[in-house]
């Protein structure tokens, strides 16, 4: 698999897993200092996220994806915006489905691509 066809994938398992719940391929991808910049701007940390995902606090019911685009791939360095629809119920409030675009930003450690930071908007 190319470093492009890596991140793209890393991408959409992200996405699975939220869906899925599957607390341990979460941890597979996202890389132990990850961070999400949600779209109210709050950080918020990868264990947090993860936790609050395994406590239902945050609800990803489908993730329909749209477009994946603006790929950029430097060194160990690589970046890629994903667009996808997102059905949720977040922090106790009722189920939406957002226009979820998402600014990734991956590393490649020890030859093995992760996500390194994720900033959430709309578009």
Do not use: C
Not at 23 to 48: C, D, F, W
Not at 76 to 91: T, Y
């Amino acid at each position: 698999m190319t470093d492009k066809e890596m991140i793209i994938q890393l991408y959409r398992d992200e996405n699975t897993a939220m869906v899925k719940k599957d607390i341990n391929r979460l941890n597979e991808v996202l890389a132990p200092s990850m961070t999400l910049t949600h779209m109210t701007g709050y950080v918020q940390q990868k264990l947090e996220w993860i936790d609050q995902i395994q406590n239902d606090e945050m609800q990803y019911l489908s993730s329909k994806e749209d477009n994946i685009k603006n790929i950029e791939i430097d060194g160990d360095k690589a970046s890629l915006v994903g667009q996808n629809q997102v059905q949720a119920k977040i922090w106790g409030g009722g189920v939406n489905t957002w226009p979820l675009q998402m600014k990734m930003y991956f590393e490649k450690k020890n030859g093995e691509w992760v996500i390194a930071n994720q900033v959430a908007s709309t578009y």
